[in-house]
């Protein structure tokens, strides 16, 4: 019963095509992000947001946009995916009135995101 | 600009010895200062984390010191074990009007031989 699921945990796509990754939370949490993992560059922020009306840019955020459905879907989409998105891509969440860990941050398993 | 530089890249330790993650950063506003864990095919995971009023915190095998005048902070992993391969990033936050993001070094893949 994982508490942050990704769909879908792999994909191969095409350039051009416009993709949508998706992060659901059962956590309760009102803070997710989206990060991006390529070998070598640790983990780099695309997106956050502390709650459903707050979406906020991230280092990288070019070539990506993001949905706050609801506090527990956070989706991420690349309107016209290109090969350098070739990435994993993680979603996080977190809750700040957790006061022994205000900062921790919870990971889903992952998207691992091809793009040919 | 990378604000949290992470030394070694890679680090081979024999089952026993010590395994030391070096970081360093430029932004004093950082506020505090994780360790997560990840093994192959799963997210990353906090293991231990300090804050910057702290000069050393030790959770079990791990120890995170913490030297604000040099801004450097490191992890010391004491009986290494092969469980303990994986990769290691450590990361910085910053906190604004209640808010915070993390800000992740490039990680560190350690292997513990047996």
């Known amino acids: 019963d994982a508490d942050v699921t990704q769909t879908p945990r792999n994909r191969i796509t095409k350039t051009g095509k416009r993709i949508m990754l998706e992060c659901s939370q059962t956590?309760?949490?009102?803070?997710m992000y989206w990060y991006r993992q390529d070998p070598g560059l640790g983990l780099r922020l695309i997106y956050y947001?502390?709650?459903?009306?707050?979406?906020n840019k991230g280092e990288i955020s070019d070539g990506y946009s993001v949905s706050r459905q609801a506090q527990a879907k956070f989706s991420l989409s690349l309107e016209s995916a290109i090969p350098n998105q070739t990435a994993l891509y993680f979603c996080?969440?977190?809750?700040?009135?957790?006061?022994?860990?205000?900062?921790?941050?919870?990971f889903g398993p992952g998207t691992r995101l091809t793009v040919t | 600009q990378q604000q949290v530089k992470q030394s070694p890249q890679s680090l081979i330790v024999q089952k026993g010895g010590i395994s030391i993650i070096n970081c360093a950063y430029e932004?004093?506003?950082?506020?505090?200062f994780p360790w997560y864990q990840q093994f192959p095919g799963k997210g990353p995971a906090l293991l231990i984390a300090?804050?910057?009023?702290?000069s050393e915190k030790k959770e079990g095998r791990f120890t995170i010191s913490f030297n604000k005048s040099a801004k450097q902070f490191s992890l010391h992993i004491m009986d290494s074990q092969p469980g303990d391969s994986a990769t290691y990033f450590c990361a910085a936050s910053l906190s604004y009007s209640g808010y915070s993001t993390l800000t992740f070094g490039k990680g560190t893949m350690l292997l513990v031989s047996p």
């Open positions: 956590k309760g949490h009102d803070r």
């Open positions: 300090i804050r910057p009023d702290v």
């Open positions: 932004n004093t506003a950082f506020d505090y």
């Open positions: 947001s502390f709650d459903v009306k707050d979406i």
């Open positions: 996080a969440t977190s809750d700040n009135s957790d006061m022994d860990s205000p900062y921790e941050q919870y």
